[in-house]
């Protein structure tokens, strides 16, 4: 397994380079409040948002962060009026055929976290070119959680599991925390150490349920596409305040 930990630079004005969290999971919240106060489309905000998550990635990366999940699309997101779907699906091409250029020069590895099956054929081939392109990349990794849901997730992972046992080619005894992990969309993935989430919302919404056992959370009223570089430090710093004890003393 790749070893995460070791990017952390040092840099004036930003969050002091030990103890950088190695994964931040991000749900972005608040894009159709956020166009809503504007007088504008949900969708617009859809896209502001989508300014914001290469303003953060680039932060991510000058701070030596190792993985920064983004929750894009969740499995209950389907339930949106159509057109409020279909442009959400058209984000990631958009997006990478203005970055991805961007994000090679700076070392970027694209992943995604989901379920690909669902996804139209655009959207999917955007991902998977990105991810091709990028996959022997060895700097931030930049994880997509697109078409995700944790509780699937884990329903996934455990009829998994029972299709090895049946086969023979795993022993009962032998699941543990660190192998059902490898039964997850997240394998090989550290968990999250500080999940952000913006526009005030205070839940989780079926994000890395199991993941997120012992993360950090930061909260922030701002809307997402009003989420800025510095904003995102002041959640690092406040995580560096923070004493984990894991449920010990
Ligand atoms: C939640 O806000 C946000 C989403 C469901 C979509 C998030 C997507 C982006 C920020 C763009 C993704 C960009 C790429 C590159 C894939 P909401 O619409 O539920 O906000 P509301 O609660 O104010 O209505």
């Known amino acids: 397994m790749k070893w995460f930990g070791n990017r952390a630079k040092v840099a004036p004005g930003l969050p002091i380079a030990d103890n950088v969290p190695k994964h931040i999971a991000i749900i972005m919240d608040g894009n159709g409040r956020w166009a809503k106060k504007r007088g504008l489309p949900r969708i617009a905000g859809h896209h502001a948002g989508m300014k914001t998550v290469k303003k953060i990635t680039i932060a991510a990366d000058r701070i030596g962060v190792d993985v920064l999940t983004m ?34 020069e700076k070392n970027v590895q694209v992943r995604m976290t989901g379920w690909r099956e669902e996804l139209p054929e655009h959207t999917l081939r ?94 922030t009223e701002k809307y997402w596409p009003e989420f800025s570089e510095e904003m995102f430090y002041d959640a690092v710093r406040e995580y560096q305040r923070r004493a984990r004890r894991y449920g010990g003393l």
């Open 71 to 104: 929750y894009a699309f969740s499995t209950e997101n389907w339930k949106r009026p159509r057109e409020e779907v279909d442009f959400l699906m058209k984000l990631p091409q958009e997006f990478l055929s203005i970055e991805l250029d961007e994000l090679i």
């Open 126 to 219: 955007a991902v998977e070119q990105a991810v091709e392109k990028t996959k022997h990349n060895t700097g931030l990794i930049l994880n997509f959680a697109l078409n995700y849901g944790s509780r699937k997730e884990m329903i996934d992972g455990i009829k998994a599991m029972m299709a090895d046992v049946q086969r023979g080619s795993l022993d009962p005894n032998a699941i543990d925390e660190r192998l059902f992990d490898s039964y997850l969309q997240t394998a090989g993935l550290p968990d999250p150490d500080l999940l952000i989430r913006t526009s005030g919302e205070l839940r989780l919404s079926n994000f890395m349920l199991w993941q997120l056992a012992y993360s950090e959370f930061w909260f």
